[in-house]
């Protein structure tokens, strides 16, 4: 019986294993050039790292991979981790030695149950957190790196989706719901659930006409969040804060010239979002979101730390990039063929010294030269033959054959 790999994994050949670390490669080089420092985090946390209240949503929770960790008698539930942000939350508070403003990325993979097994339960990210800063500008910052990543593999035409936690908070406050029920529509909005709101006005129809601006607010910009501020603040007091923050950070994407659009009703993503939360589409394909979680550090025993971060997903991004990294595009590809008895030892030696220069060679076995490679026939001398090269040289030396493939770069 042919044993199969467990549902919801993937193999990842070598053309979406070059994609991958292309997406990686442009990825670390964006975060690097705004400062980040890359981190890793352990696949195993315990589970009351991610029970603790305000952290994930039930809808999320109930999807985790738990397990008991048996030690001896006792034993710890632990998890694979569903989530990137939590787990460097918690590692940063156990960092004695903290910078005014951290600034964290990472590559890893999380893992969700999902029922059917036809999507990925094991799913890759390249996430970036910025601990300690809690101006508009940061958030600001993020998206901007997200972007660039995003822009930079060739990605056009990226859709900003922005939403705001504080507001989705005060919007059910004033549709009259108990903290209880706040609590339960809350993780309903951010685990997808775009029934919630039309549920609440169909309840509190007598709200509708004042909340209105703010349901329908779907494509509005800056100048439509200042225009109602003065009405919202006047009526809802509640509203000021969080409609202050979110005019600012609209403000200044607008003036770095960055589109977007604004639904609030849309907020997607987990329970400790405390302001922003922003998705990132590309040819209407979720490919990244993120936000603000100023509560996070402290509700998992750490300071008053504002906090905000964001996730690419690899999967998407892999499925949607046109530019790749080939196996074959690395430079010229040299295959070392046997001609005579001397083969071993020869071939092995040309191949060090063309490694040590950078050049990819390998010994041949039955296949043929790339488009952009040539073959290096091994004997007492070399005879260099390929489309890499014009016509068939001939080398009397190794030297000869690293100046001659060392010209054809």
């Known amino acids: 019986m042919r044993i199969q790999k467990c549902k919801g994994t993937r193999d990842l050949s070598p053309q979406q294993m070059a994609q991958f670390r292309l997406i990686e490669s442009v990825f670390r080089d964006s975060c690097l050039k705004w400062g980040y420092r890359e981190v890793r985090t352990p696949t195993l946390e315990y589970l009351h790292l991610f029970t603790s209240t305000g952290t994930l949503t039930p809808g999320t929770l109930g999807k985790v991979y738990s397990f008991l960790d048996w030690d001896g008698w006792s034993g710890e539930r632990v998890v694979l981790r569903p989530d990137g942000t939590i787990p460097v939350a918690r590692m940063y508070i156990d960092n004695e030695d903290k910078p005014a403003t951290a600034r964290y990325f990472y590559i890893t993979n999380i893992f969700i149950f999902e029922p059917t097994g036809k999507e990925n339960r094991e799913r890759w990210q390249c996430g970036a957190e910025m601990l300690g800063a809690g101006n508009p500008a940061a958030d600001v910052e993020l998206i901007t790196v997200a972007l660039e990543t995003l822009r930079s593999l060739g990605l056009k035409d990226i859709k900003i989706k922005l939403s705001h936690a504080g507001i989705i908070r005060a919007l059910l406050a004033g549709f009259g719901l108990s903290p209880e029920e706040q609590g339960k529509a809350f993780a309903r909005i951010l685990d997808g659930d775009s029934a919630v709101i039309s549920q609440l006005k169909e309840q509190k ?9 703010l349901l329908e607010m779907k494509g509005a910009n800056a100048g439509f969040l200042k225009n109602q501020q003065a009405v919202f603040t006047r009526q809802l007091p509640e509203f000021a804060p969080a409609l202050e923050n979110f005019i600012r950070i609209t403000e200044l994407l607008t003036a770095t010239g960055q589109k977007y659009e604004i639904d609030i ?3 997607a993503g987990f329970e400790y979002y405390t302001g922003l939360i922003f998705q990132l589409y590309a040819r209407d394909i979720k490919v990244g979101g993120g936000g603000r979680y100023d509560a996070l550090i402290p509700l998992l025993g750490g300071e008053d730390v504002p906090a905000s971060g964001f996730a690419l997903y690899m999967d998407p991004v892999m499925n949607l990039i046109r530019q790749y990294a080939s196996d074959e595009a690395a430079g010229v590809n040299i295959i070392l063929k046997k001609t005579g008895a001397v083969y071993g030892q020869r071939a092995f030696e040309l191949a060090n010294r063309l490694h040590a220069v950078g050049l990819r060679a390998s010994l041949f076995s039955g296949q043929t030269p790339p488009a952009n490679g040539c073959q290096v026939e091994v004997a007492e001398s070399f005879k260099v033959t390929g489309p890499g090269l014009t016509a ?18």
């Open 265 to 267: 009703a849309s907020g």
């Open 392 to 409: 068939p040289r001939p080398a009397a030396s190794i030297e000869a054959v690293l100046e001659l493939l060392g010209s054809k770069q």
């Open 205 to 213: 129809p007598a709200l509708v006409s004042l909340l209105a601006p």
